[in-house]
């Protein structure tokens, strides 16, 4: 079984940039949740994406948007990138079954905004 | 809204010593919830969670914790730290719906020889 898959690893852009992060969910995964983790500070829910449909959000602006894709798997874009962006951002995956809330996390992608 | 609010941003045990990491929640419905650990430059592993049920729940890595509804409070507990317990700590929380997390603000546990 193949965990939660998430590209590029690492990532360096300039302010004003636009920035596209990849996520591949576990096997048998519905639903997608992107989170934003910035230094010393725990995860912060951006979205939730359920068979290809956004299914709730956090208090992100707009220029944070996301897409999931048939096969589950899933993209965060961010626009006019803030110096501010930069964080760890963490993709987790679920079945989305009753009475199953755990979510499987990523190794994320550090993005570095200058 | 739900919240949690772990305290000590760093907590510095020794080896063998009783590990001790303290989370409060707060939420409106009756709450779900999860202790995950981070390891420096890693994703977030499931550590244990408690949805309904028995109050004590165990996880993996020896580590357990005891829902306590009357204190709001979520605290994990391993009688004896190793040094691979070495990390941080996220306590979070979750409503009845499906899957959305709130995290505190993490407790990185060091461990001495």
């Known amino acids: 079984e193949t965990g939660v898959t998430q590209s590029p690893t690492h990532l360096i852009k300039t302010r004003g940039q636009q920035v596209t992060l990849r996520c591949s969910s576990q096997?048998?995964?519905?639903?997608v949740s992107w989170y934003q983790q910035a230094l010393g500070q725990g995860p912060q829910f951006i979205f939730q994406?359920?068979?290809?449909?956004?299914?709730g959000r956090g208090n992100f602006p707009p220029r944070f948007s996301g897409l999931q894709f048939p096969n589950y798997s899933s993209e965060l874009n961010v626009n006019a990138l803030e110096l501010d962006d930069s964080a760890l951002y963490l993709c987790?995956?679920?079945?989305?079954?009753?009475?199953?809330?755990?979510?499987?996390f990523g190794p994320g992608t550090r993005l570095t905004v200058t | 809204a739900q919240s949690v609010t772990q305290l000590g941003s760093h907590v510095s045990v020794s080896e063998g010593a009783l590990v001790l990491l303290r989370c409060n929640y707060s939420s409106s419905v009756p709450p779900y919830l999860f202790w995950y650990v981070q390891y420096p430059n890693q994703g977030l592993q499931l550590l244990l969670k408690y949805t309904t049920g028995a109050t004590l729940v165990k996880g993996i890595n020896g580590f357990e914790a005891e829902f306590k509804k009357s204190e709001t409070s979520f605290h994990l507990t391993k009688p004896s730290a190793h040094m691979s317990d070495a990390a941080e700590y996220f306590c979070?929380?979750?409503?009845?719906?499906?899957?959305?997390?709130?995290f505190g603000k993490g407790t990185m546990l060091l461990v001495s020889p």
């Open positions: 994406y359920y068979r290809e449909e956004e299914n």
């Open positions: 096997s048998g995964h519905n639903t």
């Open positions: 979070a929380v979750s409503d009845a719906g499906y899957s959305t997390l709130t």
């Open positions: 987790a995956s679920s079945q989305r079954l009753p009475g199953d809330l755990e979510q499987y």
